[in-house]
């Protein structure tokens, strides 16, 4: 892994077990199996309960009851144990284990690929060759503006206003709405930008905060790239102070109602070559990015990855939340306050 420290986390976890990790350290006559755990004393505090410390052999995650009262996957076990970042974890994962980081890379890629239901796109588009993305290929082929909008979106829909809590002020800012028929029918419709303001596209989500079962939380248009962009970056680099990285839609749209207009959203907990030039485009030496990323396995691997490739031309906080499963738009008007004035 000399020649590159990019690290697909993923793919990662996917290769190595617990029981594996365990092995490693010595650590397995220490333990007893039970139908689908693994318990024992609890390696990272030093523990000697035999009953304190239990992996799920299923899910592949590890939990200690005790004095460290958190638990994680396997690398934040490895973390854990060496007192290093998630990303020096996976570089010794790698090293261990004799892992092909550029396979286990290219497998992620071809399985994330068929991961997100897509909309039929408006116009039929050329059939291409169904491959894994590449970054040159993403690089020459931006997202094409669409030529249309959709309209009569109802503003005032009981999803937005009561389940995610946001102003009507926010809504008619953000143009999204309940869509009644077309290409996002019965989804809310939410317009994303690219860094000149152009829309590329639609994103669609089922108005329920647990879809039915088979029934994808969100929708995209056939061939949109969401690694091309970032949600909101068009209205964000009009702002001054630092500026916020969430995940998702609705932390961005929550954060902004909360007084904190710089806020972008990756679509997901992974940063991609073209974001990351997007972020250096639009920052410099001494620009300050606040990562607030979902206080779950996937926010806390991809924000280990995210400091340790923008710390190189920008200053980079972490934020990390109390509780675990917090997401940015859960803190109040107040929370946010607070955070934004400890910045400065």
């Known amino acids: 892994m000399a020649k590159s420290q990019f690290v697909d986390f993923k793919a990662v976890k996917a290769a190595i077990t617990m029981e594996q990790v365990l092995g490693h350290y010595g650590l397995m006559d220490k333990f007893k199996r039970g ?41 934040d ?39 997100t239901e897509v909309a039929p796109a408006p116009k039929p588009a050329a ?6 993305v590449v970054a040159t290929t993403e690089k020459s082929v931006p997202n094409t503006p669409l030529k249309f909008r959709l309209d009569k979106l109802e503003r005032e829909h009981p999803y937005l206003m009561q389940e995610r809590g946001l102003s009507l002020e926010t809504i008619v800012d953000f143009g999204i709405g309940f869509c009644a028929k ?4 019965d989804r809310i419709a939410i317009p994303i930008h690219n860094a000149k303001g152009e829309v590329v596209a639609y994103a669609g989500r089922f108005p329920v905060e647990e879809p039915p079962e088979s029934t994808p939380k969100y929708k995209l248009p056939q061939g949109f790239r969401k690694s091309q962009e970032l949600f909101n970056l068009d ?12 995940e998702g839609f609705f932390d961005c749209m929550k954060l902004h109602q909360h007084g904190c207009k710089k806020a972008v959203a990756l679509m997901g907990s992974t940063l991609s070559a073209t974001q990351e030039e997007l972020i250096r485009q639009h920052t410099d030496s001494r620009s300050q990015v606040i990562i607030m990323l979902d206080e779950n396995d996937a926010g806390r691997a991809g924000r280990e990855d995210i400091a340790c490739r923008l710390s190189r031309f920008c200053f980079v906080k972490v934020y990390e939340f109390p509780q675990p499963d917090m997401e940015p738009e859960h803190l109040s008007a107040e929370e946010v306050r607070l955070v934004m004035e400890g910045l400065r």
């Open 127 to 132: 059939k291409r060759p169904a491959t894994s």
């Open 235 to 246: 209205r964000a680099i009009r702002e001054s102070g630092p500026l916020f990285i969430v």
């Open 35 to 75: 139908t689908d755990s693994l318990n024992g004393p609890c390696p990272i505090h030093k523990g000697s309960n035999p009953t304190q410390f239990r992996v799920s052999v299923s899910k592949n995650i590890w939990n200690c009851f005790s004095e460290c009262k958190h638990g994680g996957n396997v690398l």
């Open 77 to 115: 076990f490895i973390a854990e144990m060496e007192d290093v970042t998630i990303h020096a974890a996976a570089l010794k994962a790698i090293e261990w284990f004799k892992l092909d980081a550029e396979e286990m890379s290219a497998k992620s890629n071809k399985e994330d690929a068929g991961e």
């Open 182 to 185: 077309g290409m996002m029918a």
